[in-house]
């Protein structure tokens, strides 16, 4: 066939293959799909589209704006820190002769923290009844935080670091709950606490000794002043327990019967004056042997109050 023959033909078919080779369809739009915002560590998904009728092969790369980059229509990526991150996503052919840039923002934060108590603290662990206890917890969470205490003896606290003064020994369930919009927990302790004393009290070996008249268990002017020093030790001294012991000569009238009676005269005094009667216990030890003179019998007509540990 001649060119001359077909001249139309052949200049339509020769321009259509070169608009074709030379002008290929170029990346002129895309289409960003990605997270608004992610936690940190949570591994988030980006695609990028180009225009349907871009000339392939189109290649993709991302900058995360953590420095970290990849390559691909469709990508993951791990933010570590949190965050406000400018993505941008680049698509082009032609060897890069033609490109489009997007950039889409994602905030990254840190992942809620529940409420949690890690330990519990008391200084001191073993406290008494005049000193004071402070308590501390090693906990974890997101602000704000809310505390409960419960300190066993009925009180309580919302206080992070509340101070608590015992009235009674014994052993306490110590327990603290914290709370925050995500979460709670609690976690308890045990504390101990004992009577105080002051420090001579541990010194104390003896107390006074109260004297009788002949055949008599009443407390004279003189007795009741000498017991009021071992009132003033009983009542400071409340880890001490006592044991009032009487006693008679043999020149008395039913000795056994008047060494209880004496006893119990002091035991009777002690209690009506404030000290419990779980602390006082009595004996009567009857007749002294081998005591019969006048003179030598006074020293055996009395009761003794015997501290105990």
């Not at 933010?79 to 698509?91: C, L, P």
């Amino acid at each position: 066939m001649s060119f001359f023959r077909y001249p139309l033909i052949a200049l339509v078919g020769f321009f259509a293959i070169v608009t074709t080779g030379c002008n290929p369809r170029a990346v002129e739009s895309l289409v960003v799909d990605a997270p608004e915002s992610l936690e940190t560590n949570q591994e988030g998904d980006f695609m990028a589209t180009a225009n349907e009728d871009a000339r392939p092969p189109v290649v993709y790369s991302w900058e995360f704006g953590d420095g970290e980059t990849s390559d691909g229509s469709d990508v993951t990526h791990v933010f570590t820190e949190a965050g406000n991150y400018n993505v941008i996503v680049t698509a082009t052919n032609r060897e890069g002769r033609f490109s489009v840039s997007d950039t889409t923002s994602v905030l990254v934060v840190n992942p809620p923290v529940p409420a949690q108590v890690l330990a519990l603290l008391a200084n001191p662990t073993s406290s008494n009844t005049q000193t004071p206890v402070e308590f501390s917890a090693n906990v974890r969470g997101d602000a704000p935080l809310s505390y409960n205490w419960n300190f066993g003896d009925g009180a309580s606290s919302s206080s992070p670091r509340p101070q608590h003064t015992y009235m009674s020994q014994g052993e306490y369930a110590v327990s603290l709950e914290i709370s925050n919009e995500h979460g709670r927990d609690a976690r308890t302790m045990t504390i101990s606490i004992s009577t105080f004393e002051p420090p001579y009290c541990a010194d104390i070996a003896e107390m006074s000794t109260v004297f009788f008249e002949r055949n008599s268990s009443v407390l004279s002017d003189e007795a009741l002043m000498t017991l009021e020093d071992n009132l003033e030790i009983l009542s400071e001294c409340l880890n001490l327990n006592v044991r009032v012991e009487g006693m008679s000569s043999p020149l008395e009238r039913n000795p056994q019967q008047l060494s209880e009676d004496r006893a119990r005269a002091l035991v009777d005094h002690y209690t009506s004056n404030g000290i419990g009667l779980e602390r006082v216990t009595m004996l009567g030890l009857g007749s002294a042997d081998g005591t019969s003179k006048k003179s030598g019998a006074e020293q055996f007509r009395r009761a003794d109050t015997v501290p105990l540990r």
